[in-house]
């Protein structure tokens, strides 16, 4: 049986002192042994977030990472620093760091290698715009990010592993993907494993839905069979991420 993961995305909201307050916050309301909670924040947050999250059940994760060790790479975050501070979960490939930051499929690749050298576990994101959608190619486009991200990913490695599905449409729009379509991207992410790998893999690997969870979505989209949680955007920062952890209570 696989353990639910839901984690809050933060994104470029919430400074030091904001983090402190919110992670004091929600502390409360999202504790539920049956999940495992992690709060993905800027770098500068990671530090006083995880001294707040301290006795709690959250763990803190990293939105981001960059692929090399260290060096001259101003501005980067480099794997050690992160397991430094006690980061254990990383998001990477976001949609939005693919469209403002130029991240591809390779990259994405490299910094999942990275991060498992030095075990930390990626949320490998992956997800279709509006477009592809409409076009009837949404299951090809998540299989090639897919097999490309895990290119040179042990099966080990692979199993634990979390895959975000995130249509692009959905993200930040309000506009819930049904919890039909939503399973139905993340059952042929889970067969694309069992082809690249094999069933034991794919039945191990967690894959998240994410794209405007709220407190009222949360209980039907982590119902489905092959959806093992949520990666939580805007509803992350409010109380409501309360309700999504606790959505089967
Ligand atoms: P959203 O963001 O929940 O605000 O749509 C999700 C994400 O981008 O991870």
Known sequence: ???????????????????????????????????????????????????AAKGSNIQIGAENMYFEEKGAYTGEISPE?????????????????????????ETVNKKILKAFEHGITPIVCCGETLTQREQGITIDWIRQQIKIAFQNVTAEQAASAVIAYEPIW?????????????????????????????????????IQYGGSVSAASAPELFAMADIDGGLVGGASLKPDFGKIVNYNK
């Open 1 to 51: 049986m696989r353990k639910k993961i839901i984690a809050g995305n933060w994104k470029m909201n919430m400074t030091p002192s904001q983090a402190v307050a919110l992670v004091n916050e929600l502390k409360p309301l999202v504790a539920n042994d049956d999940v495992d909670v992690v709060f993905c924040v800027p770098a500068i947050d990671i530090i006083p977030a995880m001294e």
């Open 81 to 105: 620093m992160l397991t430094d501070a006690g980061v254990k979960y990383v998001i990477i490939g976001h949609s939005e760091r693919r469209e403002y930051f130029a991240e591809t499929d």
């Open 170 to 206: 959905a993200i930040g729009t309000g506009k819930v993907a049904t919890s039909e379509q939503a399973q139905e991207v993340c059952a042929a992410i889970r067969a694309c494993i069992a082809e690249v790998y094999d069933e034991a893999t794919a039945a191990a690997i967690r």
